[in-house]
């Protein structure tokens, strides 16, 4: 224990309107050359890591020159948010209509005040997602009209067949429906939907390399099209194409839509780690995930920060919760952690130094709280530790004004 006491950085207050950053400073030098960092989460109902993760956002922003925070939810919706954020719609109800409904919390509120503050800044804090999955609202009231709208301004051929561009419409419709389900588009659907995002994709490919500027607007929608045909086949393919597509994704928001831009990635920890055959899980060791995308692209400029906590719960079912933490075996890392009695710790497993039984297999809860035995530095950059755990709070919608 004694490695732990002496080499993690101790955080003393993680409330995310508290902006001096004495206490974090230390990551500086920790994180001074990555590029995109990967913000994880046990769960996607945990306040404790949600209220860390908006104060870490923050000061990735302020202190390490961080620009683009994309989360776990839809290319499109996000992408139509920052829009709307930009035309001076709030970032919390832009949140609302794009982002997946519990990361709106009172952990996270600040996050959206924050960018809110920066968004007419010369450097905004810029929202953007990377899943392939239709998320939020924008997609079932904007999005077909917005693609009508682009390609009407590119005269697409795809308008000229008005049955056929119906049909379509009620097809795609149909996907953003059921995206968050198993339920899969009929064939019928799917060959609509697959045929004419095709012909879309190559029409918008030939105007981006025939134009020698090309613009923004082309290059969303060229992506666009080949996540989608991801999203509307992934669900007939046994291979985890999600993660593949998400990890296509925020490389194209690095190197082209907002290029050169450091991005912070807003995910589940499931998504973010790599090298699952260092997990005693099926699951990760049958499966590549979006972590293993990014450390093939970006190498050590990609850093997983993994979170876990020592006591507490989450959900409750009747009268028992979900999730109740309070004991640990003695070769977990939270029980090495919790040792320390401090309220807050990063430990950074990038370290030559790391003592062997930190880089054998040990007992370790990043994923869902379950106990898994891991060797963590293989599957982790880093990790966060929170003393208490605790659940989201839910925002309650506030009416915008007009």
Request: proline share 4%.
């Amino acid at each position: 224990m004694a490695y732990i006491k002496e080499n993690t950085i101790a955080v003393h207050d993680m409330n995310p309107s508290n902006e001096d950053y004495t206490d974090l400073l230390p990551l500086k030098s920790v994180l001074k050359d990555t590029e995109v960092i990967g913000l994880g989460e046990q769960t996607h109902y945990d306040g404790s890591t949600f209220q860390a993760k908006t104060r870490l956002v923050k000061f990735l922003h302020q202190e390490l020159g961080y620009g683009v925070i994309a989360f776990e939810s839809g290319f499109y919706d996000c992408y139509k948010a920052w829009q709307e954020i930009q035309n001076g719609k709030p970032a919390i109800a832009a949140a609302r209509k794009s982002i997946y409904p519990f990361w709106i919390s009172a952990e996270t509120e600040e996050l959206f005040k924050y960018i809110d503050q920066q968004k007419n800044t010369d450097y905004p804090l810029i929202m953007a997602g990377i899943d392939c999955k239709f998320s939020g609202v924008y997609s079932r009231e904007n999005l077909p009209s917005d693609l009508r709208a682009y390609l009407q301004s590119t005269k697409s051929e795809a308008l000229k067949d008005t049955a056929q561009w119906l049909e379509f419409s009620t097809a795609l419709e149909k996907a953003i429906k059921i995206s968050d389900y198993h339920t899969k588009p009929s064939p019928q659907d799917t060959l609509v939907l697959h045929q004419t995002i095709s012909g879309i994709l190559k029409r918008v490919t030939s105007r981006v390399e025939a134009n020698k500027i090309v613009s923004q607007e082309d290059l969303f929608w060229q992506q666009f099209c080949r996540s989608t045909l991801v999203e509307i086949t992934r669900k007939f393919s046994s291979r985890q194409r999600r993660d593949e597509q998400m990890g296509s994704n925020l490389h194209f928001l690095r190197n082209d839509l907002y290029k050169d831009k450091k991005v912070i990635v807003w995910a589940a920890s499931s998504h973010l780690t790599y090298a699952g055959t260092n997990i005693e899980s099926d699951f990760y060791q049958q499966n590549l995930r979006l972590g293993d995308y990014l450390k093939k692209s970006y190498g050590e400029k990609y850093y997983h920060l993994g979170f876990t906590g020592y006591e507490g719960k989450i959900g409750k079912l009747l009268f028992f919760p979900l999730i109740k933490i309070k004991k640990h075996k003695e070769n977990s890392i939270e029980y090495a952690l919790g040792q320390t009695k401090q309220p807050f710790l990063f430990l950074d497993l990038n370290r030559q130094d790391l003592p062997d039984w930190l880089q054998a297999h040990l007992i370790a809860r990043p994923f869902g709280y379950r106990e898994m035995s891991m060797r963590l530095p293989q599957v982790m950059d880093g990790l966060f530790y929170t003393e208490k755990i605790f659940e989201r709070k839910a925002l309650p919608a506030v009416p915008e004004k007009q």
